[in-house]
């Protein structure tokens, strides 16, 4: 049985650091890749990063230079951990986040979501 666990998270002040992980375990199909998405009350759901599975990784504009993603793999055992380092926050960065686990064709599992709050 699939399970996504998400841990990190918490409140900082501005500039400071929080990571986030995102836990993929018990899959029988083919792992595809995990990526980070945020909501805030009022806007769209918006990605953040993510780590492809050609191992290529990517980030939004606006967390560029701040945001590291790394990956742990397994390849013996169905499981992958994805971290979100999340370096100079600011408050424009408080929301949930949540991962997203993509197996083939297209099946996805979200995590249960960290909030993420920074004050200025």
Request: aromatic share 12%.
């Amino acid at each position: 049985q699939v399970q996504v666990a998400q841990s990190g998270g918490g409140s900082v002040q501005a500039g400071g650091s929080l990571r986030l992980a995102c836990t993929a375990s018990g899959y029988t199909w083919c792992f595809v890749e995990i990526s980070w998405y945020r909501h805030t009350p009022g806007k769209e759901r918006e990605f953040v990063s993510g780590i492809d599975n050609d191992g290529r990784s990517s980030y939004a504009d606006s967390v560029k230079g701040r945001f590291a993603v790394s990956q742990d793999s397994s390849q013996h055992v169905s499981r992958n951990t994805q971290y979100l380092q999340m370096n100079t926050l600011k408050p424009e960065d408080t929301a949930m986040y949540y991962c997203k686990v993509r197996f083939c064709q297209n099946r996805d599992y979200w995590g249960q979501g960290s909030q993420v709050t920074v004050s200025s």
